[in-house]
């Protein structure tokens, strides 16, 4: 069951930030906020749960980013 926090990443995730990658079989994706160029990820903190447990969504520093997701610098 879909809670209001877990509704609004849903949105933003599908709507709003851009995709930039994946990590960890797909249990961390990179976003991008097209508006202001923050990154923010996804993740599955509780992925031991069915269908992974709640999402959490968090702004990461873009040098987290590039080195984790393998970006090139900007």
Do not use: N
Request: charged share 30%.
């Amino acid at each position: 069951m879909l809670d209001d926090v877990d509704r609004r990443i849903f949105w933003l995730v599908t709507r709003r930030l851009t995709p930039r990658g994946i990590a960890h079989a797909g249990w961390e994706q990179l976003y991008q906020d097209p508006r202001d160029g923050r990154y923010w990820e996804l993740s599955f903190p509780e992925g031991s749960l069915h269908g992974g447990g709640p999402r959490r969504l968090e702004c990461i520093a873009a040098c987290v980013a590039r080195e984790k997701y393998r970006l090139a610098a900007e």
